[in-house]
């Protein structure tokens, strides 16, 4: 079964794939195919022994149907006269079941193509969430984007369009059969013929290929650059960059239009040269038929008939098939990137974390990145509800730091370790949710503002205390009880409508509001006027000893009450004490502080 297994995989990925997510459904939807194919078959089998009798002759003569005439002799077997009407009965019968099928076919494809769609957004939500951050920094944004939002259309289209040609496939299966029950020779002639017609067109097969894998490319450098104009619109609106900006774009505009064109022109080719291509084989079998097998024109209608049938069912199998090899380059691309999410997944531990209850220990702690070691040798105990500052120059592993402590990352050597308890056996999400994490760049949501706070809870009697609480926290309550809509009032874009410090506050509240045990800031106040800076730090002042804070901080003003300092140079720890004691036993803090003299008069 695992040889098995490992062929289809091999020879039948894009097959291998949509097994994945649909399993028996697949086969429901083929069996139900090859139904509607045979009934098809049988009723237009039984218009051979009408029209005899439409001629004037007594009764049907089997012989006609080749390997087919069970259909007439059945009836005479269950006892039922065969004429006309009978004959008539029994078209209607197998037409009325083959539309049963169909509509039971065709329900079941939309049913199935939507829990498809739905089952790998779902997984691919669940997958990015898993995905490490380390793993997630060294992604394209771009590739990102455009993966989960066109490149999904684009795969549902091609699962569309690949399960249109299984079922077109097994039609011209069907036809063929039934075909070669009528008249073997006539069959194999004429499959012969639609072989070769096949052949013509592999080619144009390759070029579809390589222009989808092309397109999806492309659409990544597009969705790439359109999510850093948007990002970073105010700088290039304030420095007219955005006009040359833009000219990259209307570049990667053309050449995902030049690739859409030609693709578009191969399937057009191959839509025109199709048909003309079928009547030549069919053409040529008949005249072969008789003059060389001196084979009558009436013994052969049947099987032209299902062979009519069978070239048009493969007309629409090409079709589809070039369809779906313009949007296999999606498939392709969805099959890596679903393979680079899982492989990039977090590994967590089997730990639950409740409550942190005494101390953080750092031991023997050091990470590299890029062969380049950023941290070395750190030794660091936090303990509870203790305020612990980072400072040192850009580059000394302030941030590094953070994202250890906040789980983000992992220590290349070393241990970190909470309440006794080491972060590789904790499930890092449960410790993760009792963190407060507060940016430089405030996160706010383009929603309400009792939204952006709560995370989208429910409006209860205790969520809205709970949030008056952390607002009032925050020092930001009075602001927002001022407003018309109150908590209600939507934000623009990113909080535009707020000031910097006003958005600063309530990324602040957010976090008080999710009732933590860590408040982590990493430069939270230094993109603020010092005024608001002053006010907000006095605040977080206020929330000392009520939360185990650490701040990462380059204005040494905004931590001169901090329980303890922890000083950082190239990646090692120079000094650890408060304000006072690094002043007088530190030098490299001491001269920091003469630098900044200035900010803590």
């Given at each position: 079964?695992?040889?098995?297994?490992?062929?289809?995989?091999?020879?039948?990925?894009?097959?291998?794939?949509?097994?994945?997510?649909?399993?028996?459904?697949?086969?429901?939807?083929?069996?139900?195919?090859?139904?509607?194919?045979?009934?098809?078959?049988?009723?237009?089998?039984?218009?051979?022994?009408?029209?005899?009798?439409?001629?004037?002759?007594?009764?049907?003569?089997?012989?006609?149907?080749?390997?087919?005439?069970?259909?007439?002799?059945?009836?005479?077997?269950?006892?039922?006269?065969?004429?006309?009407?009978?004959?008539?009965?029994?078209?209607?019968?197998?037409?009325?079941?083959?539309?049963?099928?169909?509509?039971?076919?065709?329900?079941?494809?939309?049913?199935?193509?939507?829990?498809?769609?739905?089952?790998?957004?779902?997984?691919?939500?669940?997958?990015?969430?898993?995905?490490?951050?380390?793993?997630?920094?060294?992604?394209?944004?771009?590739?990102?984007?455009?993966?989960?939002?066109?490149?999904?259309?684009?795969?549902?289209?091609?699962?569309?369009?690949?399960?249109?040609?299984?079922?077109?496939?097994?039609?011209?299966?069907?036809?063929?059969?039934?075909?070669?029950?009528?008249?073997?020779?006539?069959?194999?002639?004429?499959?012969?013929?639609?072989?070769?017609?096949?052949?013509?067109?592999?080619?144009?097969?390759?070029?579809?290929?390589?222009?989808?894998?092309?397109?999806?490319?492309?659409?990544?450098?597009?969705?790439?650059?359109?999510?850093?104009?948007?990002?970073?619109?105010?700088?290039?609106?304030?420095?007219?960059?955005?006009?040359?900006?833009?000219?990259?774009?209307?570049?990667?505009?053309?050449?995902?239009?030049?690739?859409?064109?030609?693709?578009?022109?191969?399937?057009?080719?191959?839509?025109?040269?199709?048909?003309?291509m079928i009547i030549l084989v069919v053409v040529v079998v008949i005249l072969v038929q008789i003059k060389f097998f001196s084979e009558e024109l009436g013994s052969i209608i049947l099987s032209l008939l299902f062979f009519y049938r069978a070239l048009s069912f493969l007309?629409?199998?090409?079709?589809?098939?070039?369809?779906?090899?313009?949007?296999?380059?999606?498939?392709?691309?969805?099959?890596?990137?679903?393979?680079?999410?899982?492989?990039?997944?977090?590994?967590?531990?089997?730990?639950?974390?409740?409550?942190?209850?005494?101390s953080t220990n750092l031991t023997g702690v050091n990470f590299s990145y890029a062969e380049k070691q950023v941290l070395k040798d750190i030794n660091i105990s936090i303990e509870k509800n203790e305020t612990i500052a980072f400072v040192g120059e850009s580059g000394s592993?302030?941030?590094?730091?953070?994202?250890?402590?906040?789980?983000?990352?992992?220590?290349?050597?070393?241990?970190?370790?909470?309440?006794?308890?080491?972060?590789?056996?904790?499930?890092?999400?449960?410790?993760?949710?009792?963190?407060?994490?507060?940016?430089?760049?405030?996160?706010?949501?383009?929603?309400?503002?009792?939204?952006?706070?709560?995370?989208?809870?429910?409006?209860?009697?205790?969520?809205?205390?709970?949030?008056?609480?952390?607002?009032?926290?925050?020092?930001?309550?009075?602001?927002?009880?001022?407003?018309?809509?109150?908590?209600?009032?939507?934000?623009?874009?990113?909080?535009?409508?707020?000031?910097?410090?006003?958005?600063?506050?309530?990324?602040?509240?957010?976090?008080?509001?999710?009732?933590?045990?860590?408040?982590?800031?990493?430069?939270?106040?230094?993109?603020?006027?010092?005024?608001?800076?002053?006010?907000?730090?006095?605040?977080?002042?206020?929330?000392?000893?009520?939360?185990?804070?650490?701040?990462?901080?380059?204005?040494?003003?905004?931590?001169?009450?901090?329980?303890?300092?922890?000083?950082?140079?190239?990646?090692?720890?120079?000094?650890?004490?408060?304000?006072?004691?690094?002043?007088?036993?530190?030098?490299?803090?001491?001269?920091?502080?003469?630098?900044?003299?200035?900010?803590?008069?």
């Amino acid at each position: 079964m695992s040889y098995l297994k490992k062929a289809i995989k091999k020879y039948f990925q894009s097959f291998y794939f949509f097994y994945g997510y649909l399993k028996f459904r697949i086969p429901v939807i083929l069996t139900l195919s090859i139904l509607v194919g045979v009934l098809d078959g049988f009723g237009l089998a039984m218009f051979i022994p009408l029209l005899q009798m439409v001629d004037g002759e007594a009764t049907a003569d089997p012989e006609q149907l080749g390997n087919l005439s069970f259909l007439v002799d059945g009836l005479g077997y269950a006892g039922i006269q065969i004429n006309i009407y009978s004959i008539l009965s029994l078209i209607l019968i197998f037409f009325v079941m083959k539309g049963v099928f169909r509509y039971i076919e065709g329900y079941l494809r939309v049913v199935y193509q939507q829990y498809f769609i739905r089952t790998i957004r779902v997984k691919n939500a669940d997958l990015l969430s898993k995905f490490s951050f380390s793993d997630f920094i060294k992604v394209d944004s771009g590739r990102i984007q455009n993966t989960f939002s066109a490149e999904v259309g684009r795969v549902n289209y091609a699962f569309g369009t690949y399960f249109s040609c299984a079922q077109a496939l097994i039609m011209v299966l069907v036809y063929l059969g039934l075909a070669f029950m009528t008249n073997a020779q006539f069959a194999v002639l004429i499959s012969i013929g639609g072989a070769l017609t096949n052949l013509v067109f592999k080619r144009l097969y390759k070029k579809t290929k390589k222009s989808s894998i092309e397109y999806t490319e492309q659409s990544h450098i597009f969705q790439g650059l359109l999510i850093q104009k948007v990002a970073n619109f105010k700088y290039l609106k304030a420095t007219s960059l955005i006009f040359k900006y833009v000219d990259k774009l209307k570049d990667s505009i053309t050449k995902i239009e030049k690739v859409q064109k030609r693709m578009s022109l191969l399937d057009t080719a191959m839509q025109a040269a199709r048909e003309p291509m079928i009547i030549l084989v069919v053409v040529v079998v008949i005249l072969v038929q008789i003059k060389f097998f001196s084979e009558e024109l009436g013994s052969i209608i049947l099987s032209l008939l299902f062979f009519y049938r069978a070239l048009s069912f493969l007309m629409i199998m090409q079709k589809q098939w070039n369809s779906f090899l313009t949007v296999s380059g999606a498939l392709d691309n969805m099959t890596s990137f679903i393979k680079e999410l899982k492989d990039g997944g977090e590994v967590y531990g089997s730990a639950t974390f409740n409550q942190f209850t005494k101390s953080t220990n750092l031991t023997g702690v050091n990470f590299s990145y890029a062969e380049k070691q950023v941290l070395k040798d750190i030794n660091i105990s936090i303990e509870k509800n203790e305020t612990i500052a980072f400072v040192g120059e850009s580059g000394s592993g302030k941030t590094t730091l953070m994202n250890l402590l906040t789980g983000l990352i992992k220590p290349s050597q070393g241990q970190i370790s909470i309440d006794g308890v080491d972060y590789k056996e904790i499930d890092i999400r449960t410790l993760q949710r009792r963190i407060g994490y507060i940016t430089q760049e405030p996160v706010i949501f383009t929603d309400t503002i009792y939204n952006n706070v709560t995370f989208w809870d429910l409006p209860t009697e205790e969520n809205k205390l709970r949030f008056a609480d952390a607002l009032k926290k925050a020092a930001i309550y009075d602001f927002i009880d001022e407003l018309s809509q109150k908590e209600q009032t939507l934000l623009g874009s990113n909080g535009v409508n707020l000031s910097g410090g006003q958005r600063q506050r309530l990324s602040i509240a957010r976090e008080l509001y999710k009732e933590v045990d860590f408040l982590m800031m990493d430069e939270a106040t230094s993109a603020l006027d010092s005024e608001t800076e002053r006010a907000i730090q006095n605040h977080i002042d206020k929330l000392k000893g009520q939360y185990t804070i650490l701040i990462i901080a380059h204005r040494l003003s905004t931590v001169k009450n901090a329980d303890r300092i922890v000083l950082l140079k190239n990646g090692m720890v120079e000094g650890v004490g408060s304000f006072e004691q690094l002043i007088n036993s530190s030098d490299e803090f001491k001269r920091m502080v003469s630098l900044q003299d200035f900010a803590l008069n």
